[in-house]
């Protein structure tokens, strides 16, 4: 008996081993998966406010302002995530412009593959051109794939781009959007343009026109030297520009080069 009562219990032992060890995944499925906290989000990613609270954000996406005309899929707050490595870097250019009286804004940081994919449905719907006077005035919503302005995929999902400006402190709030005022057209004349509390970089935000082309010839003064101010001072931080958009940065080389994420921001 007393053998028998020892096997049982070494029995026991092993069984409650077994119920304890935990799954591996397969290799192929490690290398498919990052680490993620409660809320979704890759541990690599942080809210930018939490590396540098003085950089302005004015997110436009979770609102109505933007070229659809209505908030965007995927933004349940008014926050600028990203990549620790990309927000780091983004703290120390925006160090230097504070020696300026200049800050940095951003108005879209990460952006999660459900807000491009509504980008793709707005853009194959060419019945719905609400926000055409302001944004895409000169441009066929039917060329908009064409042209390069809308996209399948996009480098914001990576986690490390953005869409920035520069702002002249004491900053001015940007007054709200009323949906449904006369929209301005983002390539006229600043006094013309929908207000923004950024210096003058010849168009505005979001502008699907060649006139945002970083360096195009056609941008000439004080909006030029705006966006070379920019530029310059990014690049010095490990930024690389997007000829076709003076306002999109991504920090290279990137965290995730990669992968393209779809975690909401909130």
Avoid at 75 to 102: I, N
Avoid at 156 to 162: A, M, N, P
Avoid at 166 to 186: D, F, K, M, W
């Amino acid at each position: 008996m007393p053998r028998l009562a020892a096997a049982l219990r070494g029995l026991a032992v092993a069984a409650a081993a077994l119920l304890t060890v935990t799954v591996l995944p397969s290799p192929a499925a490690g290398t498919a998966r990052r680490p993620v906290s409660s809320s979704g989000m890759p541990k690599e990613f942080v809210a930018l406010r939490e590396v540098d609270p003085t950089i302005i954000q004015e997110m436009r996406y979770p609102t109505p302002h933007d070229f659809m005309g209505v908030p965007v899929d995927g933004y349940r707050r008014p926050v600028c995530l990203l990549t620790r490595d990309a927000a780091r870097a983004l703290h120390r250019a925006q160090r230097s412009f504070l020696r300026r009286g200049l800050s940095l804004k951003v108005y879209d940081c990460y952006r999660p593959q459900r807000a491009v994919d509504h980008f793709v449905r707005w853009a194959k719907d060419l019945g719905d051109q609400r926000m055409k006077g302001e944004f895409y005035p000169r441009e066929d919503k039917s060329k908009l794939f064409d042209d390069g302005y809308i996209a399948a995929k996009s480098g914001h999902s990576r986690g490390s781009t953005f869409d920035v400006t520069l702002v002249r402190l004491p900053a001015v709030p940007t007054r709200p959007y009323v949906p449904g005022e006369p929209l301005t057209s983002c390539c006229g004349p600043r006094a013309a343009r929908f207000p923004d509390n950024s210096l003058d970089m010849g168009t505005g935000f979001d502008c699907f026109d060649t006139l945002a082309h970083t360096l195009d010839p056609r941008i000439h003064g004080r909006p030029r030297a705006n966006r070379l101010l920019l530029k310059h001072g990014l690049e010095r931080a490990g930024f690389v520009n997007l000829p076709e958009e003076w306002w999109h940065y991504t920090f290279t080389p990137e965290t995730f080069p990669d992968t393209y994420f779809d975690f909401p921001v909130q």
